[in-house]
C-alpha cells in the first residue's frame, strides 16, 4: 500500500462509526495496530537530522510543518533487526500523551496495511511471559479473521 492508499485509508476509517478504529502497519511481516485517532498523518518515508546520544531507536528528528518531532523506528523500539528502508515504508505521525504532556512523534513502520473496527470485547488481554518479556506497551490483542494483531499502547511505548 503506498502512501496515497494509505491516506484514503485513513479517511475511510474516520467515516466508521463502529467499535474502536485501528490503524494497522507491518513489521517483520506481522501486522500490529494502534488507535485511529491517536494518528495525525501518514507520511512516505524522508531523510531526517540525526541526533547523537539518542537511543538506537531514535532515527532523529523531521520538521513537520515548523514542528520538530522524534522519529523513532518501531522495529528497533521493538527489538526487530533494522532493514532498508523500501517504497513502502512510511511514517505514522501519532499524537502521544505522557505525563500530562501532549506531543508528536513519527514512527517508522515497514508499510500500513488496514483500518478496522474492533469491539471492545473483541480485545483480549496481553498473555503472561514472564518477567524476561516487556509487555508493557501492549494494550491487547484483537482476533481479526484468522490473524491476531498486537494493539499497542503509543503512550507507553514512546
Known amino acids: 500500500?503506498?502512501?496515497?492508499?494509505?491516506?484514503?485509508?485513513?479517511?475511510?476509517?474516520?467515516?466508521?462509526?463502529?467499535?474502536?478504529?485501528?490503524l494497522t502497519f507491518v513489521l517483520?511481516?506481522?501486522?500490529?495496530?494502534?488507535?485511529?485517532?491517536?494518528?495525525?498523518?501518514?507520511?512516505?518515508?524522508?531523510?531526517?537530522?540525526?541526533?547523537?546520544?539518542?537511543q538506537e531507536?531514535?532515527?532523529?528528528?523531521?520538521?513537520?510543518?515548523?514542528?520538530?518531532?522524534p522519529i523513532i523506528d518501531l522495529r528497533r523500539r521493538l527489538g526487530m533487526a533494522r532493514i532498508e528502508y523500501g517504497t513502502t515504508t512510511v511514517i505514522v505521525v501519532v499524537n502521544i500523551i505522557s505525563e500530562g504532556r501532549r506531543g508528536v512523534a513519527g514512527l517508522v513502520v515497514d508499510g500500513v496495511s488496514d483500518v478496522y473496527s474492533v469491539m471492545e470485547g473483541e480485545i483480549k488481554p496481553t498473555p503472561e511471559f514472564g518477567a524476561a518479556v516487556d509487555v508493557k506497551f501492549i494494550?491487547?490483542?484483537?482476533?481479526?479473521?484468522?490473524?491476531?494483531?498486537?494493539?499497542?499502547?503509543?503512550?507507553?511505548?514512546?
Open 57 to 69: 531507536y531514535v532515527q532523529g528528528v523531521l520538521n513537520l510543518r515548523g514542528v520538530v518531532i
Open 139 to 158: 494494550a491487547g490483542m484483537a482476533a481479526l479473521g484468522e490473524k491476531m494483531v498486537v494493539l499497542l499502547d503509543v503512550d507507553k511505548l514512546l
Open 1 to 22: 500500500m503506498n502512501v496515497a492508499e494509505a491516506m484514503q485509508v485513513q479517511s475511510h476509517a474516520v467515516l466508521t462509526t463502529a467499535g474502536s478504529q485501528y
Open 28 to 54: 517483520a511481516g506481522e501486522e500490529y495496530g494502534i488507535d485511529i485517532l491517536r494518528v495525525q498523518e501518514i507520511r512516505g518515508w524522508t531523510a531526517v537530522t540525526p541526533i547523537p546520544n539518542t
